[in-house]
């Protein structure tokens, strides 16, 4: 069954109602893990201009992450899952196309209104994007039409932490380099990269329609759905360029699983990979640049990645 695109109006009274809950929760003791602060901030120098913040609590005090052998491991109830959260932990809970959705704070948020997304919480899904969850990532993003929510997605083995699907609702009032960067096509129908020199590798998927969400879902998941049956991982960020009239679903393969995300001050996950770089050490802080970064994205996805995915894209979408 198709998915009923989402009304303007209603979209809006969730992202309100969305909105006053984190803010009201934020500000009651002993809910989060703990109140977020961004200690400092700057922008890089140079062409691409990372936003990098200090929030040191954010390694301190979160939650220990789970191990995930593989990127597509069996669910399992014993461990941590968003079905063990207290009740008070819930936004709310709406239904989004075809899925019914939990909203939920991320109790060790990096952005004002960090939210979790969790389609279907109670069908103990794993950590996987199915059909239906990117429906309600694109919905969202067509009804909020504000530049400012991004919404992102970790695969085990690439930085995810817990074996519960879920996306991140983040909200960055910030230009990142990921949103007008020039986009190089393919000949594969409406599916674009980023250009070699940039830092992170990307294929772009993007959309100017915004009345339908299961089309773009669509176009989305089946791209996905290659790196899942070839046992790639990879992150998915979803972003506006300037001034919102294009939505860019940006896919970033790994060709170099990690299976295990240590709380350390520096990971490469889906908003690192798109210019977004929250820290937790002072020293990384004051001492990364755009070169370090490069660096650390190449040891994160591999080396010559579009060279060696772009024929087996060509041949299988």
Known sequence: MAATPPKPNQMQELKQTLEARWTELHNTEGIF????????????????????????????????????????????????????????????????????VSFLINDSPLTRYHILVVPDRSRNLKQVLTEDSVVVAVSLMFGFQDRRYRLGFNSPGALASVNHLHLHLMFVDHELYVEDAPLVPLSVEKLYRLDWDHPAKAFVIVSQDFTSPQTFANQIYKLIGVFLAHNIAHNLFLTWNRPETVLRALVYPRLRPCVYKQASPFNVAFCELSGFVPLGNESDFEQLDERLLGEHFLEAQGEDLYGQLEQMLMDEL
Not at 75 to 95: G, S, Y
């Open 33 to 100: 893990r703990y109140q977020l602060t961004v200690e400092r901030e700057r922008i890089t120098e140079g062409r691409f201009g990372f936003l990098l913040q200090l929030n040191r609590k954010r390694t301190t005090a979160r939650r220990k992450p789970d191990f995930m052998a593989n990127i597509a491991p069996a669910f399992d109830p014993d461990l941590f899952n968003f079905n063990k959260i207290k009740p008070v932990e819930i936004l709310c809970e709406t239904r989004v196309g075809d899925a019914d």
